[in-house]
């Protein structure tokens, strides 16, 4: 009997993520566009994001809003399908044996670490600055995948399969930032429920539940759970996504009959082409005017803005070149340390984990959110322009070396 099989799981996930990260380039220019539209139009984009659609799911956030069910609700779904792409890849995937993750988790650890030095240089640790540290720390996959679709053969299959696998150690990174970091006020009861849920949810998994239903059931109550215990309620996604049953299949690596592959498959299209979208229409309307221009010139501006653009090329490129100077480890087959620069600098688009952590940074003040995200947006305009110009104009291997390479 035939094994029943999907298309690549990979190949799957960089088409998606390629298509998503054209309609999340559409959805900022959007929210950019009606935001400066002045008069009726501005003021029924910002009414629409402060309408109250809910009941208080928490006292700390009070009534739900259409960006409070976005940012808090409909996120921890794409955090879901991260967690997914996370177990596979580690499970069964591009990053399932040390040899495999060894480099990409080297160059995510160094790219997450400069930018966050650099924005601390930067705002020379002025006070009521510093919290903002992990904003230029984090890539977003779905914009850059996108930027290397446009490229076509001249971006090698071996760079977006390395900035994949960086981008998805990077989001593993960033989910522990958030944990970590951005946590205040715990309710000890509604945490004791989650890590209920959770364990049970684990059990499931133990006691060989392959159904979907009951998972996604214990993800709806994590998260709630979550919600309520002052933990940020995304993290709820990454957290149940590591009890979903994964079959190991090699040779076909995405079975029907493999729960993870199925729900991932599932969500996967409703998050890159929804959830991430309507993330960046909600989140990306930045009036430009004079203020927001002189707010570029602010160090909080500046520090997210070089962070991404300088900090992340710098700590991926560089430890890149020194692993494979060291012997601990090869640049990515068939590609040139130039299109190895270009790739890096395309790291620097953190445009969703970075508006999604500037949020948190800055809780209930909308000036530093508002100087956070003019240097978001600038640092990863910069990133996606520079690494499409490195890569658009970098001659490729020759094929003998870029033989030697792959081999």
């Given at each position: 009997?035939k094994?029943?099989?999907?298309?690549?799981?990979?190949?799957?996930?960089?088409?998606?993520?390629?298509g998503?990260?054209?309609?999340?380039?559409?959805a900022?220019?959007?929210?950019?566009?009606?935001?400066?539209?002045?008069?009726?139009?501005?003021?029924?984009?910002?009414?629409?994001?402060?309408?109250?659609?809910?009941?208080?799911?928490?006292?700390?956030l009070?009534?739900?809003?259409?960006?409070?069910w976005?940012?808090d609700?409909?996120?921890?779904?794409?955090?879901?399908?991260?967690?997914?792409?996370?177990?596979?890849?580690?499970?069964?995937?591009?990053?399932?044996?040390?040899?495999?993750?060894?480099?990409?988790?080297l160059?995510a650890?160094?790219?997450?670490?400069?930018?966050?030095?650099?924005?601390?240089?930067?705002?020379?640790?002025?006070?009521?600055?510093?919290?903002?540290?992990?904003?230029?720390?984090?890539?977003?996959?779905?914009?850059?995948?996108?930027?290397?679709?446009?490229?076509?053969?001249r971006?090698?299959?071996?760079?977006?399969?390395?900035?994949?696998?960086?981008?998805?150690?990077?989001?593993?990174?960033?989910?522990?930032?958030?944990?970590?970091?951005?946590?205040?006020?715990?309710?000890?009861?509604a945490?004791?429920?989650?890590?209920?849920?959770?364990?049970?949810?684990?059990?499931?998994?133990?006691?060989?539940?392959?159904?979907?239903?009951?998972?996604?059931?214990?993800?709806?109550?994590?998260?709630?759970?979550?919600?309520?215990?002052?933990?940020?309620?995304?993290?709820?996604?990454?957290?149940?996504?590591?009890?979903?049953?994964?079959?190991?299949?090699?040779?076909?690596?995405?079975?029907?009959?493999?729960?993870?592959?199925?729900?991932?498959?599932?969500?996967?299209?409703?998050?890159?082409?929804?959830?991430?979208?309507l993330?960046?229409?909600?989140?990306?309307?930045?009036?430009?005017?004079?203020?927001?221009?002189?707010?570029?010139?602010?160090?909080?501006?500046?520090?997210?803005?070089?962070?991404?653009?300088?900090?992340?090329?710098?700590g991926?490129?560089?430890?890149?070149?020194?692993?494979?100077?060291?012997?601990?480890?090869?640049?990515?087959g068939?590609?040139?340390?130039?299109q190895?620069?270009?790739?890096?600098?395309?790291?620097?688009?953190?445009?969703?984990?970075?508006?999604?952590?500037?949020?948190?940074?800055f809780?209930?003040?909308?000036?530093?959110?508002?100087?956070?995200?003019?240097?978001?947006?600038?640092?990863?305009?910069?990133?996606?322009?520079?690494?499409?110009?490195?890569?658009?104009?970098a001659?490729?291997?020759?094929?003998?070396?870029?033989?030697?390479?792959?081999?």
């Amino acid at each position: 009997m035939k094994s029943l099989r999907r298309p690549s799981a990979l190949r799957a996930f960089l088409t998606g993520e390629a298509g998503g990260g054209v309609i999340l380039m559409v959805a900022a220019a959007l929210a950019m566009l009606v935001a400066n539209i002045p008069g009726a139009v501005a003021h029924a984009y910002h009414a629409l994001l402060h309408m109250q659609t809910g009941p208080v799911l928490s006292d700390k956030l009070g009534p739900m809003t259409v960006h409070l069910w976005i940012n808090d609700g409909l996120m921890a779904i794409f955090f879901l399908v991260v967690g997914l792409e996370i177990k596979r890849e580690f499970v069964d995937g591009e990053l399932a044996t040390w040899d495999k993750r060894r480099l990409p988790v080297l160059a995510a650890a160094a790219g997450m670490a400069l930018p966050a030095i650099v924005y601390l240089i930067v705002t020379g640790g002025q006070s009521g600055l510093s919290n903002g540290w992990a904003i230029p720390a984090a890539t977003d996959i779905a914009f850059a995948i996108g930027v290397l679709a446009m490229l076509g053969s001249r971006a090698p299959a071996s760079l977006k399969l390395f900035l994949t696998t960086v981008a998805i150690v990077d989001d593993m990174g960033a989910v522990a930032i958030i944990a970590l970091f951005y946590t205040q006020g715990l309710d000890m009861a509604a945490l004791a429920g989650a890590a209920v849920v959770l364990a049970a949810m684990a059990g499931m998994n133990r006691l060989g539940v392959k159904a979907l239903a009951p998972y996604l059931i214990g993800f709806a109550l994590l998260w709630y759970l979550t919600l309520l215990s002052g933990v940020h309620a995304t993290v709820a996604g990454v957290l149940a996504a590591m009890t979903v049953p994964l079959r190991r299949t090699p040779g076909a690596p995405d079975a029907v009959d493999s729960p993870l592959h199925r729900l991932e498959h599932a969500l996967h299209p409703w998050s890159a082409y929804l959830i991430v979208p309507l993330f960046g229409f909600v989140n990306a309307g930045l009036e430009l005017n004079g203020e927001a221009l002189a707010m570029l010139m602010q160090p909080l501006s500046l520090g997210v803005a070089l962070g991404l653009f300088l900090g992340k090329q710098a700590g991926i490129f560089g430890s890149i070149w020194a692993a494979h100077k060291l012997g601990f480890g090869e640049r990515p087959g068939g590609a040139s340390w130039r299109q190895v620069h270009g790739m890096a600098m395309l790291c620097g688009v953190g445009f969703t984990m970075s508006l999604f952590i500037g949020g948190l940074a800055f809780p209930g003040d909308a000036h530093m959110v508002e100087e956070a995200k003019i240097g978001i947006l600038a640092g990863s305009l910069l990133s996606a322009l520079g690494g499409f110009a490195v890569l658009r104009w970098a001659a490729p291997l020759p094929r003998s070396s870029a033989d030697a390479a792959a081999s």
